[in-house]
């Protein structure tokens, strides 16, 4: 059974930096997207980017390219999202989800990781 853990979210200062971590477990995911996503009070969930886990290949949505940037550690079967230059729009909870390559919607979802940023 497939399992991710966030963590590695908090409280930190607009300009400031975090990286989240997401344990992934339960199966080999050579052939899967994983992905992060975040959700806003009062928002839907959104995506913010992901990484092709064979290929190491990423993507980014708009609002955080140049900011973000996602990598995987491939022995310890984790994918990180390194968040850069934060600002205050980008408080929300954070999800670690999977997909497999073939797969459209996003199978496997994390319990996400609060991150706040303050002004």
């Known amino acids: 059974q497939v399992s991710l853990v966030e963590s590695g979210g908090g409280l930190v200062q607009a300009g400031g930096s975090l990286r989240l971590s997401c344990a992934a477990s339960g199966r080999t995911f050579s052939n899967y997207f994983m992905g992060w996503f975040r959700q806003a009070p009062g928002k839907e969930r959104e995506f913010a980017g992901s990484?092709?886990?064979?290929?190491?290949?990423?993507y980014y949505a708009d609002s955080v390219k140049g900011r973000f940037t996602i990598s995987r550690d491939n022995a310890n079967n984790t994918v990180y999202l390194q968040m850069d230059s934060l600002k205050p729009e980008d408080t929300a909870v954070y999800y670690c989800a999977a997909r497999n390559v073939r797969e459209r919607q996003y199978q496997n979802w994390g319990q996400g990781t609060q991150v706040t940023v303050s002004s």
């Open positions: 990484i092709n886990w064979s290929s190491g290949s990423t």
